[in-house]
């Protein structure tokens, strides 16, 4: 099995930074591609960034401009540098990996545990 551990998260003011980190860890052949979703309160998951293994990145419109997603291919893991961050930001911010499994030789989603990222005002 595959376990993906997030770091990073906390309470910052407005304008500040954060960096998230996700790293995976088991039965890994290859990872395809890796994500960050955001959940508030009351609210529905939403797709934040996302790099697949081209290094091609996409982002939410709300945070183009003030997010970068990276990753280390070699260590297995995603970043999320969150620069100029506004209160809306708020939320649980949860890692993704598509994953090739080296034990069933098939591919399948992770999810992290979820890290809180408070943004006060």
């Known amino acids: 099995q595959v376990q993906l551990v997030e770091s990073g998260g906390g309470l910052v003011q407005a304008g500040g930074s954060l960096r998230l980190s996700c790293a995976a860890s088991?039965?890994?052949?290859?990872?395809?591609?890796m994500g960050w979703y955001r959940q508030a309160p009351g609210k529905q998951r939403e797709l934040v960034a996302f790099?697949?293994?081209?290094?091609?990145?996409t982002y939410a419109d709300s945070v183009k401009g003030r997010f970068t997603i990276s990753r280390d291919n070699a260590k297995n893991t995603v970043y999320l540098q969150m620069n100029s961050l506004k209160p809306e930001d708020t939320a649980v911010y949860y890692c993704?990996?598509?994953?090739?499994?080296?034990?069933?030789?098939?591919?399948?989603?992770?999810w992290g545990q979820g890290t809180q990222v408070t943004v006060s005002s």
């Open positions: 088991g039965s890994i052949f290859s990872i395809n591609a």
């Open positions: 993704n990996a598509n994953i090739w499994e080296s034990r069933t030789w098939t591919t399948r989603d992770y």
């Open positions: 790099i697949p293994k081209s290094g091609t990145t």
